[in-house]
C-alpha cells in the first residue's frame, strides 16, 4: 500500500482565491499559515539601522576624544601630565608656603594710627599727641614696645603739652613683625631718626608683660 500523497507547501494564490470563490474545495490551512509567515513583514519605523558612514563617524569621533582627553586633560598622559608632575616637583607635598612679604609699617600706620596723630605725625593738638619729636617715640624701645601692646590711660605729658585721653592696646590686633614695623616707621618718619625695632624685642615684651591686663599710665612708664 502506498503512502498518501503530502500536501504541497507551498499554495499558489491562485488556489486560495479560487478556494474563496468555491467554498466547496478544501484548502492546505497549515501551508497558508506557513507561507504568510515566510513573507517578510513591513519594517518598523525607526528599527532601521544607520547607514555606515554614520558608525564609522561614531567610532572615528570616541577615538579622538579618548585621545584629546588622555594629552590635553593630563588624566592618562601627554603634556599636560608631564606639566602637572613638574609643578609636584617644584612644589612637593609639604613643603613650606612661600614666605609672606614684610609688613610695611606706613601701610600699617596709615590704617591704625593716622586717624589720631594725622598722616604727618603731628597729632592734634590738645586731644591727641604728636609723634614727631617725641619723647615715648625716641626714647627707650623697650617702652614704646609696651605702650603699643597694652595702651595708655591718663593724663601724659609730649613735646611740653600734657594730653588727658586713652591710647587703645594694640597686642590682640596686630603680631610681633607688623607693631615693629609700625614702629620702625615712626622713629624714622617724621623728624625722627631714631633706631629700627625687632620683631624678637616685641615678641620678648610680649612675653614679659603677657599677665597685663590694663593700659599703663604715663607714670608707670617713667
Same mark, same amino acid.
Not at 609688613?103 to 604728636?130: D, M, T, W
Given at each position: 500500500m502506498s503512502a498518501p500523497e503530502r500536501p504541497s507547501r507551498g499554495v499558489p494564490p491562485e488556489e486560495i482565491r479560487s478556494a474563496e470563490?468555491? &467554498?466547496?474545495?478544501?484548502?492546505?490551512?497549515?501551508?497558508? =499559515?506557513?507561507?504568510?509567515?515566510?513573507? /517578510?513583514?513591513?519594517? #518598523?519605523?525607526?528599527?532601521?539601522s544607520g547607514p555606515w558612514w554614520f558608525w564609522a563617524a561614531s567610532v572615528a569621533a570616541?577615538?579622538?576624544?579618548?585621545?584629546?582627553?588622555?594629552?590635553?586633560?593630563?588624566?592618562?598622559a601627554g603634556e599636560a601630565a608631564v606639566h602637572a608632575q613638574a609643578v609636584l616637583e617644584v612644589h612637593p607635598a609639604g613643603a613650606p608656603a612661600e614666605a609672606a612679604?614684610?609688613?610695611?609699617?606706613?601701610?600699617?600706620?596709615?590704617? &591704625?594710627?593716622?586717624?589720631?596723630?594725622?598722616?604727618?605725625? =603731628?597729632?592734634?593738638?590738645?586731644?591727641? /599727641?604728636?609723634?614727631? #619729636?617725641?619723647e615715648y617715640v625716641n626714647g627707650d624701645s623697650a617702652r614704646l614696645v609696651r605702650l603699643v601692646l597694652h595702651g595708655l590711660t591718663g593724663p601724659v605729658t609730649v613735646g611740653g603739652a600734657t594730653f588727658n585721653g586713652a591710647m587703645p592696646a594694640w597686642r590682640d590686633q596686630l603680631k610681633d613683625a607688623e607693631i615693629a614695623a609700625v614702629l620702625t616707621y615712626v622713629r624714622s618718619s617724621f623728624g625722627n631718626a631714631s633706631a629700627g625695632v625687632s620683631a624678637s624685642l616685641v615678641a620678648a615684651v610680649r612675653a614679659a608683660t603677657t599677665s597685663r591686663a590694663t593700659p599703663w599710665t604715663a607714670t608707670e612708664l617713667r
Open positions: 470563490e468555491d &467554498r466547496s474545495r478544501d484548502v492546505d490551512v497549515l501551508a497558508v =499559515h506557513r507561507q504568510a509567515f515566510r513573507e /517578510p513583514g513591513d519594517p #518598523g519605523e525607526g528599527a532601521e570616541l577615538v579622538f576624544g579618548g585621545f584629546y582627553m588622555g594629552r590635553y586633560l593630563g588624566v592618562f612679604e614684610p609688613a610695611s609699617g606706613a601701610a600699617i600706620f596709615s590704617a &591704625r594710627c593716622a586717624a589720631c596723630h594725622q598722616a604727618n605725625g =603731628h597729632g592734634v593738638p590738645s586731644v591727641f /599727641p604728636p609723634l614727631a #619729636g617725641s
